[in-house]
């Protein structure tokens, strides 16, 4: 099929790779020439892991334009530009209606039925409210006529992109009309390599379980981690064996039940956020969202607590990991990154390390901390270190620290459990904080 991706950014360069390596024709379609560019020379515009081998492998049937307009002359258009948020929390469909206006200016003098999907996070009621006249108008035509509108977002997480598009739990396809489903379907069908369930549906119902699923797996999050504050509180307790358990009931499941910091990245925290406007806005109180959202939040002091605990007058902390997760350098919302702002604003010296993100975190944070060239060179400095992300390569923390002795405070329960070299008290979260291990 001709695909037109429109969208170069963190989803829509892996994207476009995918499709492409599966044989389509891609265009991909960035406002930003230096994406457009990158990707026109067979250059990965994201990191993304993957990638760049991805798009290298598929770069004879991969070229790129700034020209939205170009899209029109593709069976199909994805759209995958941003939808920040408002400050209410709800999403803005600016972007997309941008994007419409310029395709349908295309699509107005081609003939050819055209698909256009909106990939996007939308706010439930938008592909009907705002999007499909938008598109009618811009483009003089009429859905379900010689144009069909699609709404299916992708369930990925930064970091696993590629396998989570070629390989994902389902494929959720909201459609104006059987038609339109049907494209998309067959697309699709050709790109997954695990033979995914299938949904269609209504284009609302599809709006609404894209962000009913993020929702549900933050209120997971953190129900987990109120286990892991009670573990911490509670004589012999510990919530790995406790979620453990938990997750082998098949009504609950273990993913996403670890029992640690806060969730953070670009969309758990916003997702959970609309939807709670959304239930507000219709009528329903989002109790769970919202009290979703304070347990979050409150994440950050917990950990600030444990902290200050061990500091002493004139202490300087390490944090471990500045991205939201491993395998990311995005360091939006992450609980690293909000803990060392806490305790910088409080007036502690504060050094951070990430394998990726030292450079953007000391950036985001105003130059409140200092960066350190690497794991063992924060632990030299800091007399307590927080390991805040699991990168994997904490979980083997470098020995001797010129004999000065070092508080750990392991939030991932990453490191083995005969860690130490005699210069560390390890403090595992979750567990009770005052059977901290001396070793
Ligand atoms: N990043 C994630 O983990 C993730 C996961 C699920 C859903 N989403 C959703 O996917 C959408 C895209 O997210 P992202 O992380 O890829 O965003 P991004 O900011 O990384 O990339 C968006 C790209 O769109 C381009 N763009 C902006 N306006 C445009 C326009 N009018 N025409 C063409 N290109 C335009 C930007 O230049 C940028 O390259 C958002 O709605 C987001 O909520 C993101």
């Not at 099929?1 to 790779?17: E, R, T």
């Not at 269609?200 to 999050?221: D, F, G, H, P």
């Not at 509670?234 to 997750?247: N, R, S, Y």
């Not at 901390?369 to 063992?376: I, K, N, P, Y």
């Amino acid at each position: 099929m001709q695909v037109a991706v429109i969208g170069l950014g963190k989803l829509g360069a892996p994207l476009a790779a995918v499709l492409a390596s599966k044989g389509n024709e891609v265009l991909g379609i960035d406002v930003n020439p230096e994406a457009v560019r990158l990707l026109d020379e067979g250059r990965a515009p994201v990191e993304e892991p993957g990638l760049q081998e991805l798009v290298s492998g598929a770069q004879e049937r991969l070229s790129a334009t700034t020209d939205l307009a170009a899209a029109a002359e593709s069976d199909v258009s994805i759209l995958l530009v941003p939808t920040p948020s408002d400050e209410r929390g709800a999403f803005s469909n600016e972007h997309v209606l941008a994007a419409v206006e310029e395709l349908g200016a295309g699509l107005r003098v081609q003939d050819r039925y055209h698909v256009v999907v909106v990939a996007s996070t939308v706010m439930p009621g938008s592909c009907e409210g705002e999007i499909r006249p938008a598109l009618e108008s811009a483009s003089g035509r009429r859905v379900g006529e010689t144009l069909g509108l699609c709404y299916s977002p992708e369930f990925i997480a930064l970091g696993s992109v590629i396998r989570d598009m070629l390989e994902p739990d389902m494929v959720l396809i909201g459609e104006s009309d059987s038609r339109a489903g049907d494209v998309h379907e067959q697309l699709y069908k050709g790109v997954c390599e695990n033979d995914p369930p299938f949904r269609r549906m209504s284009l609302v119902n599809a709006e609404l379980t894209k962000i009913a699923v993020n929702t549900y797996v933050t209120m997971k999050i953190s129900y987990a981690n109120t286990l892991a504050d009670m573990c911490e509180r509670l004589p012999g307790a510990d919530v790995e064996v406790v979620t453990g358990a938990l997750g082998l009931d098949t009504r609950i499941g273990g993913k996403y039940l670890r029992g640690a910091l806060s969730y953070g990245g670009p969309c758990f925290p916003r997702d959970n956020k609309a939807f709670g406007v959304l239930a507000r806005d219709i009528g329903t109180e989002p109790l769970l969202a919202e009290a979703t959202d304070a347990v979050n939040v409150a994440q950050t002091d917990r950990l600030a607590r444990v902290v200050q605990t061990r500091l002493e007058a004139g202490n300087s902390v390490g944090i471990l990991g500045l991205s939201y997760k491993p395998d990311t350098a995005v360091i939006e919302e992450s609980p690293g990154l909000a803990l060392a702002r806490l305790l910088a604003n409080a007036g502690h010296e504060v050094h951070v390390y990430d394998p990726v993100a030292t450079e953007a975190g000391v950036k985001a944070l105003g130059g409140l901390v200092q960066g350190a060239s690497s794991a063992a060179e924060l632990l030299e400095k800091s007399d307590v270190a927080v390991i805040a992300t699991p990168w994997p390569e904490f979980a083997d923390l470098p020995a001797g620290r010129n004999g000065k002795r070092t508080v750990v405070i392991d939030c991932w329960r990453l490191l083995p459990e005969d860690a130490g070299d005699g210069a560390v008290e390890i403090v595992r979260l979750g567990r009770p904080l005052e059977e901290a291990t001396p070793v």
